[in-house]
């Protein structure tokens, strides 16, 4: 039984702290929360801080050299993302994505890839450890993430027209370095690779077809991610949607595909095919057709926060009880009667009279992480 706990909120409005219940219980891997979910995976934001500016995360008016970036001993250390992961583990967690802004920034990833690498679930089998990378540098990091432990690799590009890509990550990046990235990570030994495009109508729609078609057949999953509203500085408005539906109609109308089976209970992408046998392709439709209901993710942002939701407004300061001298077993009870009270389900509600009441700042996905 966890008790009811309400949450102090911190004096400078960083985040709620987590209280600790009075009658500790041993963590058994079986959590839920109000709405009957577990928890699986964890999100880890590893920087605040990337070398692009996509125009639908970190926009170039507002990420400038004025922007608040965390400092230094703000970061989770290296030691602190590992024990909190591994308490995580003792709750149920199996899955790991590293990620930021951009999570190949943060000096000596592959050290942290090292040491969770070595983490067990409570049933013995190693973590599935990913991590999600705008790719730019990924020519230089991929022998050493492989060598650490990293199991699967998520690149983010969105077209492969130079000028669409450009004018998408607004820094002037070549296509050309992250398609290398990919090719580096292949060397490696990496299978498997995902390949993320956040499709924004309007903006890089045309570049649906030439991504389907120089993906198809290379064994690489080519992602669609709807353009999402999260955070408060990307100037999103469902006019630039393209939902879901259309693109898969766009493709299917020059490469036949038809959807499959998911992997398991929670996979954010719908997962299709194409007809041919050429491989697959997936759907990440967080805005047409919402998946809260099997959303198992939490996510820890850079400096520590708990979040619940990829559009919450506050996390919960977990980096203060890291850092207060609390024990494994108080820090996984605060953890507990912070999920079991969960109930987030904001693609649901988008829109909603209920949103517009909660209004206000959204927290932003460079610092909590993708
Ligand atoms: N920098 C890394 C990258 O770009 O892959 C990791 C962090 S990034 C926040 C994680 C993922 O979120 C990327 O695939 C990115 O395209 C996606 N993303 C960021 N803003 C988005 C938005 N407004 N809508 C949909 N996806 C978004
Ligand atoms: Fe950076 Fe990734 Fe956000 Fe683009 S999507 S600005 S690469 S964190
Ligand atoms: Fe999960 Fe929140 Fe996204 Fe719903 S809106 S799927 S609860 S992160």
Known sequence: MVEKVIPIRLDEGKGLIPSIPGKLISPNGLISDTRGRPLRDLRISVTDRCNFRCTYCMPKEVFDSNYPYLSHSDLLSFEEISRLTSIFVGLGVEKIRLTGGEPLLRKNLEVLVEMLAKIRTTAGSSLDLTLTTNGSILRKKAAALKNAGLQRLTISLDGLNDNIFKKMNDVDFPVTDVLDGIVAAQEVGFSNLKVNMVVKKGTNDQEIIPMAKHFKGTGVTLRFIEFMDVGSSNG???????????????????????????????????????????????????????????????????????????????????????????????????????????????????????????????????????
């Not at 990440?284 to 942002?301: M, N």
Request: net charge negative; aromatic share 10%; glycine share 8%.
């Open 236 to 370: 999103w408005d469902l006019s630039q949607v393209l939902p879901s539906q259309e693109v898969a109609n766009r493709i299917n109308a020059v490469f036949p595909i038809e959807p499959i089976e998911a992997n398991y209970p929670g996979e954010v992408a719908q997962r299709w095919r194409y007809v041919d046998g050429s491989g697959e392709i997936g759907f990440i439709s967080s805005v047409t057709q919402t998946f809260c209901h099997e959303c198992t993710r939490a996510r820890i942002s850079t400096d520590g926060q708990l979040y619940l939701c990829l559009f919450a407004k506050e996390g919960f300061d977990f980096k203060t009880l890291l850092r207060s001298g609390k024990s494994d077993l108080e820090i996984a009870n605060a953890i507990m009667s912070t999920w079991t009270k969960r109930d987030d389900h904001y693609s649901e509600i988008r829109g909603s009279n209920t949103l517009i009441a909660n209004g206000g700042k959204k927290v932003e996905m460079s610092y909590i992480g993708g």
